[in-house]
């Protein structure tokens, strides 16, 4: 095994704390075994050597290199944090300090029913009403609340204001309180339990915390990024002021925030703690190419918090192929790329890395059409997703098949349709409609499947909501006839039932409602393609449906979100819809806090370096003939365009032809040269001669509405807004992206002084 010169100094660590900063695919697992190997040989008991690992994959993928490393020789037990916990919970249940838990844990559908009940009973009664009618909208950021909490040592009301949660919603420490009385009363604890339940008996007990601790020589923690309060504390309770602790991760990759996770914690706050820190850098990548490496820099560069570490490909890596593409349906085009590149690999080597969920909706649609399988982790497939069924409901009843459920299973789908996007009527008088309706074979083939509106025997409705829900079932009518088209159906049952602000209305984030719109807005551009009737295109999604369900979920072409990527690797890694709506995204919303810029470029970063041999970049066309994006949600994103692709992939092929000098662009200079001077390359650097604005003083004519210069320039500072870049500009304003995130339209002669081009 030949291991670089970073490698074998970190192996050879003596004493002392460590911090090591890792870029992705540096071979940390290993140089940690290693390092882990050489402690042994020298006389180590491996007793008090303590191994933690973020997850069980990870824990059980190290036990067996250690294994396969030393197969005969004692070994240190490789546990996870969550194991850890749960091993010193029952410990302190043996000393009788805590009290005996029931064995079943709490699943998430059992916390979700109990919490969902606690947030009824504790809000006020316009809340409690919507909370009923809307489970989602508030039972998500409940959860994510309880998991903030159950990350830190802090109590929730402290928590609550540190979230930046509206006012209204500050009921919700009460009801972590109660929750925690209800687990108590009941003897149960859920998974983060495990370590919430000792972490905080050591924090009021210091005590017994000191009892746990001073037992071990040394402690190794990898993928120390994504460590949270919670996790730090239980760290530093054990090591106390005895072990030596060796932590090893990289800041750039920092990406569950939501989580309570830090880039601060890898940056500031372990040198804070454990003094006198020996710091080394894994820079030296194993799993892809220059052209990634180079452009994945200029990425992260921009980052300011953040180790100054640059990553460089090893000469013997893969080339890692980029390629740039621009569609207007990056659905088509990753069909297109991997049906290329299944000619040569299996279809688990290839991986389409997604910033929602939602954008897998037209793609696994198309997969299955082309019969082409995919897998996909903790996420139910597209027809099968909550904000398709009323849809599917409509489409169902047009098919004359819907008549052939259950009564039980007609109620479902008729609350479901009443229900979802929510009319101003309360669920209990929604409810009564459905079972009312249930009872009808709708879809039985006949035009008259139901008595007309005025002649069902309703609830005490107003006049308003009587319309409302008259309009609502009328298009029932809709889809039952025989000449209605599959699109048009869905069309007008959005349009109907105003579908996306109700969707907007119900939801508790941005990302929800951009998710569920992401769904449905892919699923009607398919079925448009398909431009079949109502009757024909449910048939035709049942045989998409069957061939789905036909499939191993654990094989095929791996759709996934970027969160769920990290720490994985393909050959071949696509990125669709890299438009300026999803990266950066910005989560922002009622019930929900924005995420930073920096945040989003670290998870973009985390998705280019998933892949080894090809990466494919996909954005929005900008070509007449294959139609332009024509909202600012479908421009590139700045990610792109900060990364100066066409320059960077420039960069190599230059040093191999022997070239001595080559202009790029000016805002790649600083990351490419120190890549350059890393890996020796003699290739000089120019930056290429921007052509500055001249205010023409003569008479303007008028320009025409819509009408747009071409883009000539590229970076500019604002005295006041800072660094950015023009995205457009008409014949007074330019339209500047600032590195805050902020679009700004500025008149050209006023803003001109406060410009300096770059």
Not at 119 to 130: H, I
Not at 148 to 173: D, I, M, R, W, Y
Not at 196 to 206: E, H
């Amino acid at each position: 095994m030949q291991l670089s010169a970073e490698q074998e100094q970190i192996i050879a660590h003596e004493e002392g704390h460590a911090k090591v900063i890792a870029v992705a695919g540096a071979g940390k697992t290993t140089t940690l075994a290693l390092f882990i190997q050489r402690r042994l040989q020298m006389g180590q008991n491996p007793r008090r050597l303590l191994v933690i690992m973020y997850n069980k994959s990870a824990q059980l993928d190290f036990s067996e290199k250690l294994t396969s490393l030393m197969p005969s020789a004692p070994l240190p037990k490789v546990r996870t944090f969550h194991a850890l916990g749960l091993k010193i919970y029952q410990s302190l249940i043996q000393e009788g300090i805590l009290t005996q838990f029931k064995e079943e844990l709490i699943s998430q559908s059992e916390q979700e029913f109990i919490l969902w009940r606690l947030l009824q009973q504790y809000a006020n009664k316009q809340t409690a009403q919507e909370i009923l009618q809307d489970k989602k909208k508030w039972l998500d950021p409940m959860m994510s609340f309880m998991e903030n909490v159950k990350a830190s040592l802090e109590p929730a009301e402290l928590v609550f204001k540190q979230t930046g949660l509206p006012k209204h919603c500050a009921f919700f420490a009460k009801v972590f309180d109660a929750y925690e009385d209800w687990r108590k009363q009941n003897r149960r604890i859920g998974f983060s339990d495990m370590l919430y339940d000792p972490c905080m008996l050591f924090s009021n007990r210091p005590d017994v915390a000191a009892r746990f601790g001073d037992h071990m020589d040394w402690v190794l923690v990898d993928e120390y990024q994504d460590i949270n309060p919670i996790q730090q504390f239980l760290l530093q309770t054990l090591a106390g002021s005895r072990a030596q602790v060796m932590v090893i991760g990289d800041p750039d990759q920092t990406i569950y925030e939501f989580r309570g996770s830090s880039a601060q914690f890898m940056l500031k706050y372990f040198d804070d703690h454990f003094k006198d820190v020996c710091r080394y850098t894994l820079s030296t990548t194993f799993r892809y190419g220059h052209d990634v490496a180079m452009l994945s820099n200029q990425l992260i560069l921009q980052n300011k918090q953040r180790e100054d570490v640059i990553c460089v490909a090893r000469e013997s890596n893969p080339h890692s192929q980029v390629s740039l593409h621009q569609h207007v349906d990056y659905a088509q085009k990753t069909i297109n790329i991997i049906k290329q590149a299944l000619t040569d690999r299996p279809a688990q080597d290839i991986a389409v890395l997604f910033r929602l969920w939602g954008m897998s909706a037209p793609l696994e649609l198309a997969l299955l059409q082309e019969d082409i399988p995919y897998q996909m982790s903790h996420q139910s497939w597209v027809l099968q997703r909550m904000e398709l069924q009323p849809m599917m409901m409509l489409l169902e009843m047009a098919a004359g098949v819907f008549g052939e459920r259950s009564e039980r299973s007609r109620y479902q789908s008729w609350l479901t349709f009443l229900t979802f996007p929510a009319m101003k009527i309360k669920r209990s008088d929604l409810q009564i409609v459905a079972r009312q309706l249930s009872t009808f074979s709708v879809g039985n083939g006949e035009l008259e499947v139901m008595p007309p509106f005025s002649q069902l025997p309703l609830p005490d409705l107003s006049k308003w909501q009587s319309q409302q829900l008259e309009n609502r079932l009328s298009l029932v009518k809709l889809a039952v006839h025989k000449r209605m088209m599959g699109f048009q159906l869905a069309n007008c049952y959005i349009r109907e039932t105003d579908f996306y602000k109700g969707v907007a209305d119900s939801a508790f984030s941005k990302q929800q409602v951009d998710d569920r719109l992401a769904t449905v807005q892919g699923f009607v551009r398919f079925i448009a393609r398909l431009n079949l009737s109502a009757a024909d295109t449910f048939h035709y999604l049942q045989q998409l449906a069957q061939k789905r369900a036909s499939q191993n979920n654990r094989q095929g072409i791996v759709l996934s979100s970027i969160h769920r990527a990290k720490g994985l690797q393909w050959p071949v890694v696509i990125l669709p819809g890299l438009t300026s709506h999803f990266y950066p995204y910005q989560n922002e919303g009622e019930l929900q806090k924005t995420s930073s810029v920096e945040s989003e470029r670290r998870l973009f970063y985390v998705a280019m370096t998933r892949c080894i041999e090809q990466l494919h970049l996909i954005t929005p066309s900008n070509d007449p003939s294959q139609g332009s994006p024509i909202t600012s949600s479908q421009e590139v994103s700045e990610f792109i365009h900060s990364m100066a692709v066409e320059d960077i992939l420039k960069i190599q092929p230059a040093t191999q032809q022997g070239q001595e000098e080559l202009q790029v662009s000016r805002r790649v200079l600083t990351s490419v040269q120190k890549y350059l001077d890393k890996m020796r390359w003699t290739l000089k650097l120019q930056a290429k001669v921007l052509q500055k604005p001249v205010l023409d003083t003569a008479p303007q004519v008028k320009p025409k509405i819509g009408y747009t210069e071409p883009i000539t320039l590229e970076l500019v500072e604002h005295s006041k807004f800072g660094k950015g870049c023009i995205k457009q500009q008409t014949a007074r304003h330019w339209h500047i992206l600032f590195d805050d995130g902020q679009m700004r339209v500025l008149d050209k002669e006023i803003a001109s002084a406060m410009l300096r081009w770059l």
